[in-house]
């Protein structure tokens, strides 16, 4: 029966002869198509994990032998020549990042007297744009040279 079987490519899907209903518990039977996980039962939340990443079921002495063995490995990993160079540029670029923060400050502070701040930017404090000034001013040079 298995040479015959094996023959045929494997066990037939379903019996033609029982209709759907054969074919659905045939179906079930074979398994489910998605795949998943099955993860057990959830921890019990009235226990209170006093050392994260260390199991409950630890006697207290090797929880906490084992937590410090795990933040002692955390902070060689953190204190390399690797990790000191980084944050050695890191300070660095920070640095030059203030003290340009700190030019462009002082030189927006300089073509913006206080006085003009204080006032409404929109306006002018003598009625004109700084766009007919120049303007203003271009054209007075202009009929200079051109009445010489």
């Not at 630890?58 to 410090?68: C, D, S």
């Not at 204190?79 to 003290?99: S, V």
């Amino acid at each position: 029966a298995k040479a015959r079987l094996l023959a045929q490519g494997g066990p037939p899907s379903a019996p033609a002869a029982r209709g759907r209903t054969a074919r659905a518990v045939f179906a079930m039977a074979a398994g489910r198509k998605i795949p998943c996980y099955i993860m057990g039962d959830p921890p019990d939340p009235s226990k209170v994990q006093p050392y994260p990443g260390i199991p409950t079921y630890r006697n207290p002495n090797e929880a906490l032998r084992m937590f410090r063995k795990a933040i002692y490995k955390e902070r060689l990993a953190f204190n390399n020549t690797t990790t000191n160079e980084w944050f050695r540029e890191h300070r660095k670029k920070k640095r030059e990042e203030a003290q340009l923060t700190e030019l462009i400050d002082k030189w927006r502070s300089r073509s913006n007297p206080p006085a003009a701040e204080a006032s409404n930017s929109s306006r002018p404090v003598s009625g004109l744009s700084r766009a007919s000034l120049s303007h203003a001013s271009s054209s007075s040079a202009l009929c200079s040279s051109v009445s010489m």
